[in-house]
């Protein structure tokens, strides 16, 4: 869930400042800039006034990216860098996000991807521990229940992990789930805001509709149909694309607000809540350590984490799906790098 100032930002990045000095030191790096994920969430970040600097690295035509990117007339400074300057990529950086490795196909879950992506995340987060060890960490790369485990076990390793700075970005289900609410109750999305808990998989994804009056609205088989489409929404922009990859726009969109809604909790604005997916003692007496649940984001990244709230019986029902599913997904991660 946004919360509603959070949610009316969804549309335009907010600039709301409290400290200067402290946004002067928002620079932030894309690794795998030049993807399709990549190259438009460079491009938003250039668009958000709260990125000064802007440090694009790829393995394949990140410069090409930044100098294109750099000609928009905001204020940050862009740079980008080849494949084998991973390391000056990091310097200095406070934010880095990692849409780096390869998308499914149709056919293919995401937990499909693991083997190649995997070793990706793994190598790219040893790379932020040698080079900017205090830099937040918002993984993209899918499978997000497998790599924010692999992520902060390397953190682990290397012995720099603090768990208020590693996030997986589930934001995509929240844009789907409040554009497909307001599509079935005919309602502004930005007026319809959704909780969506749990990890970033089909079962996995838990949307909590119980908890909005216009979720309410929805029962039945409509609410079936309707969580479905949330928690397999990615299925539909596969199909769609036709081999081509997966949803990359909308991504780049929900990976630029997330990050908007970071730098603003580390920039000291109060009250910047956002579900994702963290180390999180909610379910942790289960094994389950890692959860997404609404985050309260302050000046040294995760704040506050929020209990999930009153859910209905058949959200119960979705939960208990989510939580033995995520589990492997958790485990598997940790297996990784042990
Ligand atoms: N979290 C989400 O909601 C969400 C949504 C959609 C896609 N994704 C995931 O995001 C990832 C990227 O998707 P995409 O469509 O942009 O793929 P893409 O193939 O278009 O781009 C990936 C980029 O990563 C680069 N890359 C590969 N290895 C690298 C490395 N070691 N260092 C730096 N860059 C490297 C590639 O050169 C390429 O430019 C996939 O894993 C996909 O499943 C996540």
Not at 189 to 197: A, F, I, M
Not at 218 to 225: D, F, H, L, P, Y
Not at 297 to 314: M, R
């Amino acid at each position: 869930m946004f919360t509603r100032a959070a949610a009316r930002s969804l549309a335009a990045p907010s600039s709301r400042l409290f400290s200067s000095s402290a946004a002067r030191l928002h620079k932030v790096a894309v690794l795998g800039a030049g993807g399709g994920i990549g190259q438009p969430l460079s491009l938003l970040l250039k668009s958000d006034p709260l990125v000064t600097s802007l440090s694009l690295y790829d393995i394949r035509g990140a410069p090409g990216v930044a100098a294109d990117v750099s000609h928009v007339d905001t204020g940050s400074e862009v740079t980008g860098y080849a494949a084998d300057q991973l390391d000056q990529a990091l310097e200095g950086v406070k934010v880095v996000v990692i849409p780096a490795g390869v998308p499914r196909k149709p056919g293919m879950s995401r937990d499909d991807l693991f083997n190649t992506n995997a070793s990706i995340v793994r190598d790219l987060a040893a790379a932020v521990a040698r080079i900017s060890p205090e830099a937040h960490i918002l993984v993209i790369s899918n499978p997000v229940n497998s790599t924010v485990p692999i992520v902060a076990g390397t953190l682990e390793k290397a012995g720099v992990f603090d768990p208020r700075r590693v996030f997986g970005v589930t934001t995509l289900d929240v844009v789907r789930a409040r554009r497909f609410l307001s599509e079935a109750v005919g309602t502004s999305p930005k007026n319809t805001g959704v909780t969506v808990v749990g990890g970033h998989s089909g079962p996995t994804i838990v949307p909590l509709l119980s908890q909005t009056e216009w979720g309410k609205q929805v029962t039945g088989e409509s609410w079936k149909k309707l969580v479905h489409r949330i928690q397999f929404g990615g299925d539909e922009v596969v199909k769609a694309k036709d081999g081509a990859g997966s949803a990359t726009l909308s991504m780049a969109y929900a990976g630029a607000n997330f990050t908007n809604h970071l730098l603003r909790g580390l920039s000291g604005e109060k009250g910047v809540i956002a579900p994702t997916f963290v180390k999180n003692p909610l379910y942790a007496d289960q094994g389950i350590d890692f959860f997404s649940s609404p985050v309260e984001l302050g000046v040294n990244g995760v704040e506050k984490i929020h209990p999930i709230g009153t859910i209905s019986a058949d959200e119960q029902a979705l939960l208990d799906a989510c939580l033995p599913e995520l589990k492997k997904n958790i485990e598997k991660g940790k297996a990784f790098v042990a």
